[in-house]
């Protein structure tokens, strides 16, 4: 009887310990890039993102039909654009948010309307994605918030797309010297952005050196000085190049060393997430096709 | 007697003010079905009592404020065109908050202090060091020109300082562009709160200090005559100003035209002395605030239009339509 | 200056102002009694509205400037402000206000700070708007005023002060010879009562009829006495470079352009 007893006991208690185990894994409990603590009950299904990083990230992550709501810069994939649309990402309509009973709000880390959400009872999660090291550590964060159990696959999977398209250029003797021109008005992407990572993995060197910051605004005698091999630009800023004073003269010119990225790429080479094998090869289909040889 | 007019314009004032809040609270992203689910739907009542009241309350308090410092702005520096934002107010909450966007990635001692203050205390204070500067720099409150050079000279650098921010740091640019337009959308019972607090402070301040506004209104010298405190009674009223600017742009962000053009819609209708000026010219204020919030919620719903561009077409229509009535019946403006 | 029979209403010692690199006030020493009314007199550019704004303690001074015997510094603001009462040249502004509204700003030192008026301020207000012609448009803004209506309001606004010593410079810019004569039967009425006028004027004509007379050139005093006197007609005379003269009519004195 006292064995039985015992036994029985032992049973129970492994019983408890496994109910708390489970209910555990239940909960989910993350920190945002703000520090703060967010715990939910479970993992969310009703998801609001304002944020078009973010918003590709839980789509990679196979979680496309939790999203309830987006912010009106999301566009990928096709289907995010049916969502009700609430707003730029950093003043979002706060109501229309509310309206949607969001059981999480994923947003950038710079906006205001995080402390207003906050205040009327709902979850946010402020992310931020500047480079790949970013892309990666938000890949598991809303892995972990969404309970999806292999969010490290997806990531190997981005990593070996870099990967291949990197492999795919032919070796050099000397590495190319790029220009990426990220907006109108000069600025330029440093080796420290995202898009100078996604560089520096292809192999190529950067014109702007890394003390100048991740996105300097660039004399374009600058540009003249450093004479580029190849220059990237996104279409809606490329309209007179030879106009430039002194840009007519660069080799990179001269010889229709350009890229010019339509809106679509340019929003896969900018925004630092689950893209990144689609940007890398977007890069190497460039330096392939108009790199000097 | 102008008195029962002042009187009339209060009582139409506080009725569209009233009749504008219950119309606001039935606009928005999901309309009247809000009102009427309120009862048996918690989220539907919290879109009406936590998110719409307070927001269109909180118009009408910021509205209030912008149009009382436009009054004393004006009475102050005795000039038609000044606007609460002359003393340095606008551009030290504009440079507080580049700052704050740019640090608040950078330095974790940084970020935490500054969550702590939040965007509105960090605005709030910067309006107030900017007027603030404008004092040290026009060395005191003894010569009301040298004052309103130095708040040109103060928004003018402090200006430039903020464009160096945000080129320094690109990605604040957006952000900071949402700030400049002003907006309405986040505003809760606790900013309702603290700007009521300081409406009611500034108010109190400013319709004691009227008479010293009348006084100015024949010349300093004359002023001074009549025994009024003048160095005193000035820097009150610019604590006033900041305090009042401060606390709206705190909140909302910089809303251009409401405290320029209260005063003026205000003495359209009736010409009053100064104490009663302020007061109407605050209720003035926020019913102009409070309708532009209500029409950019409601022209394009469920989008929203920027709140300061309504104000502009607002305030700006109907000053247009009284400078050409004025024409008409052969005024000199 | 007449030996005062009585405590001077107000008096400068040895004032001297300077206006910039400017000395516009020279060591001017002036008593003016209770009960008399005085003009200042002289050329263009002589200090005589300085003169005049330095009494009113306007303007930073040295020397010492002393209403009822005590020193004007040592006055409390409101005070000072019920017993002295100043009317500048050409106050502009006050668009939107009223004539009554600018009137009753005249009654300012009397009111406390949340006060409305009382009825002895309403009082006031009547009584003066009544003595310079305006009640009858009080509610007119001032910016619908003629030049000349608009001097009797701003007349008005002095007198509701109810002031022992009143300072006016240049009180009859713009009115018609009706008004100006009414001005001159108030002046009379309120010295009359005991109070002291000083006024600043243009109208050498008017300055002859004064009590007293202090001819004011490149910031000194050339003459301070009574005014209907040989002398004092002298000293203007030579003040305008001999380009006036003055003559008897009647029982009084005209001058006239040579």
């Known amino acids: 009887m006292p064995k039985t007893g015992a036994k029985l006991l032992r049973l129970v208690l492994w019983g408890l310990l496994a109910l708390a185990s489970l209910a555990h894994a239940q909960g989910v409990q993350i920190t945002d890039d703000r520090g703060v603590r967010v715990a939910l009950p479970q993992a969310p299904q009703r998801i609001v993102s304002l944020l078009p990083s973010l918003t590709e990230t839980v789509c990679e992550l196979g979680q496309c039909h939790r999203l309830v709501g987006v912010d009106r810069y999301s566009n990928y994939p096709a289907s995010v654009r049916r969502l009700p649309q609430l707003g730029g990402g950093l003043d979002p309509q706060i109501e229309s948010v509310v309206a949607l009973r969001p059981d999480v709000v994923l947003m950038s880390t710079s906006s205001r309307a995080a402390a207003r959400l906050e205040a009327l009872g709902l979850k946010v999660v402020a992310l931020d994605t500047k480079t790949a090291a970013d892309a990666k550590r938000v890949l598991g964060t809303l892995g972990q918030l969404l309970s999806v159990p292999d969010a490290e696959r997806v990531w190997r999977a981005i990593e070996a797309g870099v990967g291949a398209a990197a492999q795919s250029l032919p070796p050099r003797s000397r590495p190319l010297r790029v220009y990426y021109e990220v907006s109108a008005g000069g600025y330029a992407a440093g080796p420290s952005s995202f898009i100078g990572e996604l560089m520096g993995r292809m192999g190529v060197s950067n014109i702007v050196t890394p003390d100048l910051g991740p996105f300097p605004r660039i004399n374009p005698e600058y540009v003249v000085r450093a004479n580029p091999d190849l220059i990237m630009i996104g279409a809606h800023h490329a309209s007179n190049l030879s106009a430039r004073p002194g840009w007519p003269q660069m080799r990179a010119v001269r010889d229709n060393r350009v890229c010019i990225f339509n809106r679509d790429e340019s929003d896969v080479l900018v925004r630092p997430g689950p893209r990144m094998a689609e940007a890398a090869r977007l890069m190497a289909r460039c330096i392939a096709s108009k790199g000097a040889p | 007697m102008s008195g029962v007019r002042s009187a009339w314009l209060a009582l139409a004032l506080a009725l569209t003010a009233t009749v504008l809040a219950v119309v606001g609270i039935g606009v928005g992203s999901t309309g009247w079905a809000s009102v009427w689910g309120a009862w048996h739907d918690p989220v539907a009542a919290q879109i009406l009592w936590d998110i719409r009241l307070p927001r269109t309350l909180g118009a009408w308090v910021a509205g209030a404020l912008l149009g009382l410092a436009g009054a004393v702005a004006q009475g102050l520096f005795r000039n038609p065109l000044a606007d609460p934002y002359l003393l340095g107010s606008a551009s030290g909450a504009a440079l507080a908050v580049a700052l704050t966007l740019a640090w608040w990635g950078g330095s974790p001692f940084a970020a935490a202090w500054l969550v702590r203050l939040g965007m509105t205390g960090a605005a709030f204070a910067g309006a107030v060091l900017g007027v603030a500067l404008t004092l040290v720099l026009a060395r005191g409150v003894q010569h009301t020109l040298r004052l309103l050079l130095a708040g040109v000279i103060v928004g003018v650098v402090l200006g430039a300082a903020r464009d160096l921010v945000t080129i320094a740091q690109p990605d604040t640019l957006q952000a900071m562009q949402g700030f400049m337009l002003g907006s309405t959308g986040f505003v809760g019972w606790p900013a309702v709160g603290v700007m009521a607090g300081a409406l009611l402070a500034g108010a109190l301040a400013a319709a004691a200090l009227g008479r010293v506004l009348d006084g100015l209104a024949l010349g300093e010298a004359t002023a001074s005559s009549l025994g009024l405190p003048l160095p005193a009674a000035r820097l009150a009223l610019v604590a006033v100003l900041a305090l009042c600017t401060g606390a709206a742009v705190a909140q909302t962000g910089l809303i251009a035209f409401v405290g320029l053009a209260a005063p003026h819609l205000v003495r359209s209708i009736v010409k009053t002395t100064h104490t009663r000026l302020v007061l109407l010219s605050a209720a003035m204020g926020g019913l102009l605030l409070m309708a532009a919030d209500v029409l950019a919620r409601w022209l394009l719903a469920p989008q929203e239009l920027p709140v300061g561009v309504l104000t502009a077409a607002l305030g700006g229509s109907y000053l247009l339509w009284l400078m050409h009535r004025r024409r008409a019946a052969g005024g000199v403006l | ?258």
């Open chain 3, 1 to 258: 200056m007449n030996a005062p029979r009585q405590a001077p209403a107000l008096q400068a010692q040895d004032l001297c102002v300077t206006l910039g690199e400017r000395q516009a006030l020279r060591g001017v020493s002036l008593a003016f009694a209770p009960g008399r009314w005085t003009c200042i007199a002289g050329p263009n550019g002589a200090g005589k509205s300085t003169l005049l704004k330095a009494l009113a303690g306007l303007l930073p001074h040295q020397g010492q400037v002393s209403l009822q015997g005590r020193a004007l510094a040592q006055w409390p603001g409101r005070e000072r402000a019920r017993v002295l009462a100043w009317l500048g040249q050409g106050e502009h502004g006050a668009e939107d206000l009223s004539v009554w509204d600018v009137a009753m700003l005249g009654r300012l030192p009397h009111q406390g700070w949340l006060a409305s008026p009382s009825e002895a301020d309403r009082q006031a207000v009547e009584q003066a708007l009544r003595a310079t012609q305006a009640w009858e448009w009080r509610q007119r803004p001032m910016g619908a005023l003629s030049g000349g209506e608009r001097q009797r309001v701003l007349l008005a606004r002095l007198l509701a002060v109810q002031a022992e010593v009143m300072l006016m410079d240049e009180p009859l810019a713009n009115l018609d010879p009706p008004h100006q004569a009414d001005w001159w039967h108030l002046v009379r009425e309120q010295v009359g009562q005991g109070r002291t006028v000083v006024s600043v004027l243009h109208e050498v004509g008017m300055a002859l009829l004064a009590d007293d007379l202090v001819v004011l050139r490149q910031g000194q005093v050339a003459y301070a006495g009574p005014a209907q006197v040989p002398e004092a007609h002298r000293a203007l005379e030579a003040v305008f470079e001999h380009r006036i003269t003055i003559q008897p009519v009647g029982q009084r004195w005209v001058a006239l352009p040579i």
